[in-house]
């Protein structure tokens, strides 16, 4: 529900309140298998509420001033459709994976934040110049309990190896303290910012106006997390470092009336344009942090839970007991294993680098607004992104060890995840559009086209998988390559129509054309564990591109494979690779039609 009131308390001053609060339950599933049975599907059902309170005053001709409290409230505790603390089971039968029991991220999967934002607001209008100064704060109140697999994940290799509790890979999460104590492993932590910032827009004449700005952010996270003696020893660094940054954004925009000059040119070549408008900006940008990046040094301290995995059989922990035996739940602590849980600081951590900055980029733009004297609306737009401070993530623990025929490095890992920064990557993008109303009937064209790199794609909200589900070639040797999430070309064509069919009701039809490019994808392989993120990521090393069926850093099943692999690659483009690897995103799958209609 939602409520809103207006309160007119005078001709100067008016007060807004609003009140909401929303609840969803959304099944979702994680796995992919093309069988995963209703008991791990899970439910994310989050219950969210806002209140605030914003006070409007004029409190003379050139001053009016805006103060706004706000408090936000969610809490969502993600469980799995069946018993989220039966071990998720992964069964290998053909060639699919069949998944059953509990999600094994949602055994104790808990989230809760408390926010009070306060936003002060004023501007002064001196005529030719309109001053805004503001300042905004944000105290957050962060419970984020994540254990993954701590309900366990386990795998076998064949319906008979399920039937006797033979399993091949195992790996558990639990609070040292005790199986239920899950709240001692929890990130609780508070997050605190402050925003200033200053702004002119100056009415230069009647055709140019021109904002310059500034704009400081600054924000901490006043509680430490524990300290792993064992991580400080093993890196020389504690895992613990608050964080605590700050940047100042220096900001210039402009919008241009060009008509004069523009009309008499365009002329010349048939087109009659009654307005033109150029406008265009460039400033220091900061980009967002998740709070559960946040909170991964605080839940992964390695001084609260013993993570552990058995690539293999092991026969201190035993078969999985069926139910008439034991309970499956948690076996690896029951009657049927001899496993004891290790202290605390016995295994990996995740730290933060003390002078780690927020994510920014240098943002620029430049635009061109066209009104044609037959009602058409043309915008041709060109925007630069080039970062400033971008997301690394390593393994301090990483150590190359050896390399493999094709060059890549063999490494050793320690997990110890260690969030810093990098720079290199960015965007550039094109787009123009033009819309026209012939009489009622709006017609929209629009085309864009992107080139965006990052390093690292950030799929993912712990440190371990956005680290392993990276796709890369050679350890932490990692550059910019085109993003994930970029789509080359996309076309729109749209076209809308209100008519009265029935009465005086009005009917609006809708049509929408979409065109784009496919999404990028990479070609890796899978050996079952990935060089430098463990088991969990095999499959997310780029591959290498042999020269022929004779090359010799490869070695084929057969005759028949080397001819099949070579066959796939001399009619793909993987043949511009050969003798070398095929860098991260360097294809595109196929493109993407879509066309909708819509009568209501």
């Known amino acids: 529900y939602t409520a809103k009131l207006d309160?007119?308390?005078?001709?100067?001053?008016?007060?807004?309140?609003?009140?909401?609060?929303?609840?969803?339950?959304?099944?979702?599933?994680?796995?992919?298998?093309?069988?995963?049975?209703?008991?791990?599907?899970?439910?994310?059902?989050?219950?969210?509420?806002?209140?605030?309170?914003?006070?409007?005053?004029?409190?003379?001709?050139?001053l009016r001033t805006k103060v706004k409290y706000t408090t936000y409230d969610m809490f969502e505790d993600d469980s799995s459709v069946g018993d989220p603390l039966f071990p998720e089971v992964n069964i290998e039968v053909g060639g699919d994976n069949v998944y059953l029991g509990g999600d094994r991220y949602r055994g104790a999967n808990r989230i809760e934040a408390n926010s009070e934002y306060l936003t002060l607001k004023a501007d002064y209008d001196l005529g030719d110049?309109?001053?805004?100064?503001?300042?905004?704060?944000?105290?957050?109140?962060?419970?984020?309990?994540?254990?993954?697999?701590?309900?366990?994940?386990?795998?076998?290799?064949?319906?008979?190896?399920?039937?006797?509790g033979t399993w091949s890979y195992l790996r558990f999460h639990l609070p040292i303290t005790g199986t239920y104590d899950v709240d001692t492993a929890a990130a609780d932590f508070r997050i605190e910012k402050q925003t200033m910032y200053l702004q002119d827009k100056w009415y230069v004449n009647d055709d140019l106006t021109v904002i310059l700005g500034v704009r400081y952010d600054q924000m901490e996270t006043p509680t430490q997390a524990r300290l792993n003696p064992k991580f400080l020893e093993r890196n020389g660094v504690p895992n613990n470092s608050k964080f605590d940054f700050?940047?100042?954004?220096?900001?210039?925009?402009?919008?241009?009336?060009?008509?004069d000059h523009l009309a008499g040119l365009l002329d010349n070549v048939g087109i009659g344009v009654i307005d033109a408008t150029l406008?265009?900006?460039?400033?220091?940008?900061?980009?967002?942090?998740?709070?559960?990046?946040?909170?991964?040094?605080?839940?992964?301290?390695?001084?609260?839970?013993?993570?552990?995995?058995?690539?293999?059989?092991?026969?201190?922990?035993?078969?999985?007991?069926?139910?008439?035996?034991?309970?499956?739940?948690?076996?690896?602590?029951?009657?049927?294993?001899?496993?004891?849980?290790?202290?605390?600081?016995?295994?990996?951590?995740?730290?933060?680098?003390?002078?780690?900055?927020?994510?920014?980029?240098w943002r620029s733009n430049l635009a061109l607004d066209l009104v044609t004297a037959n009602g058409y609306e043309i915008t041709f737009e060109y925007n630069l992104d080039d970062v400033n401070e971008g997301v690394f993530y390593k393994d301090l623990g990483l150590e190359r060890t050896g390399q493999l025929a094709d060059g890549r490095g063999v490494y050793d890992?320690?997990?110890?995840?260690?969030?810093?920064?990098?720079?290199?990557?960015?965007?550039?993008?094109?787009?123009?559009?033009?819309?026209?109303?012939?009489?009622?009937?709006?017609?929209?064209?629009?085309?864009?086209?992107?080139?965006?790199?990052?390093?690292?794609?950030?799929?993912?909200?712990?440190?371990?998988?956005?680290?392993?589900?990276?796709q890369r070639f050679d350890g932490e040797n990692l550059s910019p390559r085109p993003s994930s999430f970029m789509i080359d070309?996309?076309?729109?064509?749209?076209?809308?129509?209100?008519?009265?069919?029935?009465?005086?009701?009005?009917?609006?039809?809708?049509?929408?054309?979409?065109?784009?490019?496919?999404?990028?994808?990479?070609?890796?392989?899978?050996?079952?564990?990935?060089?430098?993120?463990?088991?969990?990521?095999?499959?997310?090393?780029?591959?290498?591109?042999?020269?022929?069926?004779?090359?010799?850093?490869?070695?084929?099943?057969?005759?028949?494979?080397?001819?099949?692999?070579?066959?796939?690659?001399n009619n793909t483009g993987l043949r511009n690779y050969k003798g070398t690897y095929a860098p991260r995103n360097a294809f595109q799958g196929p493109d993407y039609r879509r066309v909708d209609l819509r009568i209501t």
């Open 413 to 470: 890992t320690a997990g110890d995840y260690w969030l810093t920064n990098a720079s290199g990557g960015g965007a550039e993008a094109f787009t123009w559009s033009v819309t026209k109303d012939f009489n009622g009937l709006k017609a929209l064209l629009a085309y864009s086209t992107v080139d965006a790199e990052d390093i690292y794609p950030l799929t993912s909200t712990q440190a371990e998988s956005t680290y392993g589900y990276t």
């Open 279 to 361: 406008r265009g900006g460039y400033g220091l940008f900061l980009g967002r942090i998740p709070n559960v990046w946040y909170g991964n040094q605080y839940s992964r301290s390695g001084g609260a839970t013993d993570y552990n995995r058995f690539r293999s059989f092991s026969d201190t922990i035993g078969t999985m007991p069926a139910a008439a035996v034991a309970d499956p739940r948690f076996f690896w602590l029951g009657p049927t294993s001899n496993y004891q849980v290790r202290g605390a600081y016995f295994g990996d951590a995740q730290g933060t680098d003390p002078d780690f900055e927020a994510p920014s980029s």
């Open 7 to 62: 309160w007119y308390i005078n001709d100067s001053h008016r007060a807004v309140i609003n009140v909401s609060h929303s609840e969803d339950v959304l099944p979702q599933k994680y796995n992919r298998g093309s069988t995963v049975f209703s008991n791990n599907y899970y439910i994310k059902p989050p219950e969210i509420d806002r209140e605030s309170i914003t006070l409007y005053s004029d409190w003379t001709d050139r």
């Open 246 to 259: 700050s940047k100042v954004q220096p900001r210039a925009s402009f919008t241009m009336n060009v008509t």
């Open 129 to 164: 110049h309109l001053i805004t100064v503001g300042y905004e704060t944000e105290e957050s109140d962060i419970y984020n309990l994540f254990i993954a697999r701590y309900n366990g994940e386990i795998q076998f290799d064949s319906i008979d190896d399920f039937r006797n």
């Open 489 to 569: 070309e996309k076309w729109i064509f749209s076209l809308d129509y209100t008519a009265k069919l029935i009465g005086d009701n009005d009917t609006r039809f809708s049509l929408v054309y979409i065109s784009k490019s496919g999404e990028n994808f990479s070609v890796t392989y899978d050996t079952g564990y990935n060089s430098v993120g463990g088991a969990s990521y095999g499959g997310y090393d780029l591959a290498y591109i042999p020269t022929g069926a004779a090359d010799p850093k490869v070695n084929f099943a057969s005759a028949g494979v080397a001819a099949s692999v070579m066959e796939h690659i």
